[in-house]
């Protein structure tokens, strides 16, 4: 199974970005699908997660300004990013999750400047 991430980038602040991250391989009965974030020098960390009947969880530091979807038939999950800060300068991994473990995606690099 792998995670293919990409649409990362340089943003100035307060504008967007889209992740998508699409699975291929084998990989039965995906339930959690979403993202998290590490910041250079601290832990990794959620930022937004769905779930396979589409309900949704956000860290408090994204919600109003980042909206996560899924397709499930392609297999990918999408992070839409507005109204974007320094502070959201960050490696983004994306993660799927079925009943038997978790498989994440190598990251992608989000630079905001100010």
């Known amino acids: 199974v792998q995670l293919q991430a990409c649409g990362g980038g340089l943003v100035q602040a307060g504008g967007s970005l889209r992740l998508s991250c699409a699975v291929s391989g084998v990989i039965f009965d995906i339930n959690r699908m979403g993202w998290y974030r590490q910041i250079l020098g601290k832990q990794r960390e959620l930022v937004a997660v769905i779930s396979d009947g589409g309900s949704t969880n956000y860290a408090n530091y994204v919600k109003g300004r980042f909206t996560i979807s899924r397709n499930n038939a392609l297999r990918t999950v999408d992070l839409q990013m507005n109204s974007l800060k320094p502070e959201d300068t960050a490696i983004y991994y994306c993660?799927?999750?079925?009943?038997?473990?978790?498989?994440w995606g190598q990251g992608t690099q989000v630079t905001v400047s100010s």
């Open positions: 993660t799927v999750r079925n009943v038997r473990r978790e498989y």
